[in-house]
């Protein structure tokens, strides 16, 4: 895939939006084009646009208002389906989110008192999330929640074999499934994101890796009825409406 282009609204951001392109291979663009996807950064927000008739709204994260914090303070809390599955009944264990994507589900963990790991490697998704990270940083009822947070712009499969740092109880994994019938997505601009980051074809590779370093347990979000990641059997399923939690303790 391409390197996306990222357009600086105005000269203010001129040195943060080079210098995100120099870090993570964006293209500097002079002006939005007219069809296919961006990055806009302006004194707000990193966003991922989609562009042409009809497209999609923009993409950001953003932990302080909307979806995530609504969820932080109706969604459920420990009975979630990624709380249970992540083992919270029985405390906050540290967990290492090896496909953070928006870093929505470890969110919730990180509300819950969990500290985190967030592992990515699609640059788009890893420079969204740093965006969405430092502007709650600054906020003082979700700042002490995303100091709980720490982001890795890598490839698990190399972190999980190579692992440094404290040796996670859980970890999680939610690769992007080959999706066929894209309606099923839950929102249109989650579109533009599968289609800038692509599905993750390799994701059986992660599981092994993955049960070698954990030392509690492994959660693997999928879809309700894909098959299980790599064809290995979990010994604890959490069924949802839309999706499941497939556990290897
Ligand atoms: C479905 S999204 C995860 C969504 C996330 N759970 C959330 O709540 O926002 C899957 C993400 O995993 C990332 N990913 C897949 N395989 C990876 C790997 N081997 N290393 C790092 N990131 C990976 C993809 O780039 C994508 O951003």
Same mark, same amino acid.
């Given at each position: ?8 609204? @105005?000269?203010?951001?001129? $040195?943060?939006?080079?210098?995100? !392109? ?24 990193? /966003?991922?646009? $989609? ?17 995530? =914090? ?7 809390? %420990?009975? #979630?389906?990624?709380?249970?599955? !992540?083992?919270?009944?029985?405390? @906050? ?5 090896? @496909?953070?994507?928006?870093? %929505? ?17 699609? &640059? ?15 906020? /003082?009822?979700?700042? &002490?929640?995303? /100091? ?6 890598? *490839?698990?499969? $190399?972190?999980?074999? *190579?692992?440094?740092?404290?040796? &996670? ?8 499934? &080959?999706?066929?019938?894209?309606? /099923?997505? +839950?929102?249109?601009?989650? #579109? ?7 599905? *993750?074809? =390799?994701? *059986? ?36 409406? +839309? ?7």
């Amino acid at each position: 895939m391409n390197p996306l282009g990222l357009y600086c609204v @105005t000269a203010d951001q001129a $040195s943060h939006g080079r210098e995100l !392109c120099e870090r993570y291979g964006f293209v500097w663009l002079e002006a939005l084009p007219e069809t296919g996807h961006a990055l806009r950064l302006d004194a707000e927000r990193l /966003a991922l646009l $989609s562009l042409g008739r009809g497209a999609p709204g923009p993409v950001w994260v953003d932990f302080v208002a909307g979806r995530a =914090d609504w969820r932080r303070r109706h969604g459920g809390g %420990r009975g #979630q389906g990624v709380a249970k599955a !992540c083992g919270l009944k029985n405390g @906050t264990p540290r967990v290492l989110d090896a @496909t953070a994507g928006l870093g %929505r589900d470890a969110f919730v963990l990180a509300s819950l008192g969990c500290h985190l790991d967030l592992v990515e490697r699609s &640059p788009v998704a890893a420079a969204l999330l740093e965006d969405g990270l430092a502007r709650a940083a600054a906020d /003082a009822e979700v700042g &002490p929640i995303v /100091a709980r947070m720490r982001l890795w712009h890598r *490839d698990a499969a $190399s972190a999980l074999a *190579d692992w440094h740092g404290e040796r &996670p109880e859980v970890i999680y994994l939610d690769p992007m499934f &080959p999706e066929k019938n894209k309606s /099923a997505l +839950s929102k249109k601009e989650m #579109q533009a994101f599968q289609t800038v980051i692509g599905p *993750d074809l =390799d994701a *059986d590779a992660l599981l092994a890796p993955a049960r070698a370093l954990a030392n509690s347990r492994v959660a693997v979000k999928r879809p309700r009825h894909a098959p299980w990641l790599a064809g290995v059997e979990p010994g604890l399923v959490y069924q949802g409406d +839309s999706v499941r939690y497939d556990v290897y303790l």
